[in-house]
T-cell receptor, first 114, second 111 residues
């Protein structure tokens, strides 16, 4: 169990550019979540997958955001035409199915849009 | 819509003291409640998970309680240490399968 890993740790990009983040969950975990966190706030839900199926998307996830989990293992989160308001920490978490399975988080990707 | 509140937003206590962090939620229809710790610039580390049928969970110096009917949970930290300084967040897993976080309590233990 190597934990949840996210790549890159930091990303600085210019407004209007596209960025893609990757998350590798704990290997046997079939649920994968994406959250966004800004300074002084708790994580806000973006979307989650069960295996390869995307089960829910938050209304926070505009058309510029897309997430995939093609083989039910790693996931990618892409932001197109980035805006300064997209600057945040993007957190990935994984768990087993079942409400008694704790969430395990990665260390996040910090995005800065200049 | 579930709302999760953590009060106070920040807390400073001298080393060695026992302390209690509070979490309240508006919808008692939950599967579980989980407490996390977050160090600056890092992800969240799971501390304790309390199932809806449980009233408390303990791990080392940490004890978390859950009163589902009143929509409250507390995290008790015994004999606080400077290494306990961090932000503590609670998250509620609702029956609608949504996991909602509070904004956290920033804890500073004074050496």
């Amino acid at each position: 169990d190597t934990g949840v890993s996210q790549d890159p740790r930091h990303k600085i990009t210019k407004r209007g550019q596209n960025v893609t983040f990757r998350c590798d969950p704990i290997s046997e975990h079939n649920r994968l979540y994406w959250y966004r966190q800004t300074l002084g706030q708790g994580p806000e839900f973006l979307t989650y997958f069960q295996n390869e199926a995307q089960l829910e998307k938050s209304r926070l996830l505009s058309d510029r955001f897309s997430a995939e989990r093609p083989k039910g293992s790693f996931s990618t989160l892409e932001i197109q035409r980035t805006e300064q308001g997209d600057s945040a920490m993007y957190l990935c978490a994984s768990s087993l199915v079942g409400a008694n399975s704790p969430l395990h988080f990665g260390n996040g990707t910090r995005l800065t849009v200049t | 819509k579930q709302e999760v509140t953590q009060i106070p937003a920040a807390l400073s206590v001298p080393e060695g003291e026992n302390l209690v962090l509070n979490c309240s939620f508006t919808d008692s229809a939950i599967y579980n409640l989980q407490w996390f710790r977050q160090d600056p610039g890092k992800g969240l580390t799971s501390l304790l998970l309390i199932q809806s049928s449980q009233r408390e969970q303990t791990s080392g110096r940490l004890n978390a309680s859950l009163d589902k009917s009143s929509g409250r949970s507390t995290l008790y930290i015994a004999a606080s240490q400077p290494g306990d300084s961090a932000t503590y967040l609670c998250a509620v897993w609702g029956r609608d399968d949504k996991i909602i976080f509070g904004k956290g309590t920033r804890l500073h233990i004074l050496p």
